[in-house]
């Protein structure tokens, strides 16, 4: 069979599927699994592959949720990650479901290819993507030591093949001051709510002088018990993101010293920690995101190469990005106003356009997996836009 032939028969496995795929997508969405925790989806989503000729590998890299699925032996290698993290309260609003299902129907339609032209296909199942960057603790276990290239698919408000992500960092803050009657005896105390909120408005001063594209935001976790107690204890967390790695070190000294500042001024003592994961940002593979546009182009979808209104926060997939020729493209299931992480966009993420793009996502997905093993010319190229960058 030629690729064009393959192609259309990857479509037509897609569409006979839609209906499961899209009941495999409604249950994982129905039931929401915090990262670590995401117990039934990963049992759904390999049992899912085990049903149609993959083999399984449950648990890899000791992470519980984590999982390998493989069909065929050869090269290249092509991996298609799945996330399948919710987040608190809001369950699926960022739409992973999409991500997993697609993942797995593309890795099923992609056999045909395999058995004719070689290669074989790897589905990840790459647990805690929101909270805890899984992919990174992934890496550093060998889960990508024998991939050759790495894609996958997100939803979201745009359909484009490329996009910007922030390398960002976790801070974790915590005052300790002295606790003494707010009114009766305030000179006896030391305030670590006030440390906190220097810190705060430190920060905010800070932003005013900082690159575009960076970004400081936090909460505060604890501020105190009663108003008529000084606070002796406060915490907080925070995100410090920037487009690149160096000036990501720069920044998080610059963040880290209004925290010294304010527990200066306060006399509260600063304990801090710095996240165990730090998120890369994305090096989009264009060779590859060509490829992936063009099957979605064919498809009907106006997909762009890059769209500069699109922003998104940071991902673990950027960590991917770094080791293995890679992209992250997104297929729009919302419309431009319904932002990631919000209730309307859980909504989405099982509407009809939800589904829509899942389908569209996994034959292009798939279809980019035909183009790969029929063209190892192509796979060099990818190859060569990767190497060059490392150097
Ligand atoms: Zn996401
Ligand atoms: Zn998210």
């Not at 997905?365 to 836009?385: G, R, Y």
């Given at each position: 069979m030629d690729t064009e032939s393959l192609k259309t028969s990857v479509i037509s496995e897609i569409d006979s599927r839609g209906h499961e795929l899209s009941e495999l997508s409604l249950k994982i969405h129905s039931n929401p699994e915090l990262g670590f925790q995401e117990v039934k989806a990963a049992a759904w989503l390999t049992q899912y592959l085990e049903e149609n000729g993959f083999s399984i590998e449950r648990g890899i890299c000791e992470l519980p949720t984590a999982f390998r699925g493989s069909y065929g032996t050869g090269k290249p290698a092509i991996a298609?990650?799945?996330?399948?993290?919710?987040?608190?309260?809001?369950?699926?609003?960022?739409?992973?479901?999409?991500?997993?299902?697609?993942?797995?129907?593309a890795g099923v339609a992609s056999k045909p290819a395999i058995d004719q032209l070689g290669g074989s296909i790897v589905v990840i199942g790459t647990p805690a993507e929101e909270l805890y960057g899984g992919k990174a603790t992934m890496i550093d276990r060998g889960a990508f030591d024998n991939v050759d290239i790495a894609m996958m698919v997100h939803p979201g408000a745009y359909d484009t093949a490329t996009i910007q992500v922030l390398a960002c960092q976790h801070i974790e803050v915590e005052f300790f001051g002295k606790a003494a009657h707010a009114a009766g005896r305030p000179e006896a105390g030391i305030n670590a709510l006030e440390a906190m909120i220097q810190s705060f408005i430190a920060i905010d001063s800070l932003r005013q002088h900082i690159k575009d594209k960076a970004r400081i935001h936090g909460i505060i976790t604890d501020g105190g018990e009663a108003p008529n107690v000084v606070p002796a204890h406060s915490a907080g967390s925070f995100i410090v993101r920037a487009e690149e790695d160096t000036y990501l070190d720069e920044l998080k000294e610059r963040v880290l010293n209004c925290f010294i500042g304010a527990a200066k001024a306060s006399g509260a003592r600063l304990e801090y920690r710095w996240g165990d994961v730090r998120y890369a940002p994305m090096r989009n593979n264009l060779t590859l995101a060509q490829l992936f546009m063009q099957n979605m182009q064919s498809l009907g979808r106006q997909m762009q190469l890059f769209e500069p209104n699109h922003n998104f926060g940071s991902t673990d997939m950027g960590n991917v990005s770094q080791?293995?020729?890679?992209?992250?493209?997104?297929?729009?299931?919302a419309p431009v106003e319904v932002a990631n992480h919000s209730p309307q966009f859980a909504s989405a993420a099982v509407s009809e356009a939800g589904i829509h793009g899942l389908l569209d996502a996994a034959k292009a997905?798939?279809?980019?997996?035909?183009?790969?093993?029929?063209?190892?010319?192509?796979?060099?190229?990818?190859?060569?836009?990767y190497q060059q960058k490392n150097d």
């Open positions: 298609i990650l799945a996330e399948y993290d919710a987040l608190p309260d809001l369950g699926h609003a960022c739409g992973h479901n999409i991500i997993a299902t697609c993942a797995v129907g080791v293995v020729p890679s992209i992250h493209p997104f297929v729009a299931i997905l798939a279809m980019t997996v035909v183009d790969l093993t029929a063209n190892p010319e192509i796979v060099n190229q990818i190859v060569q836009e």
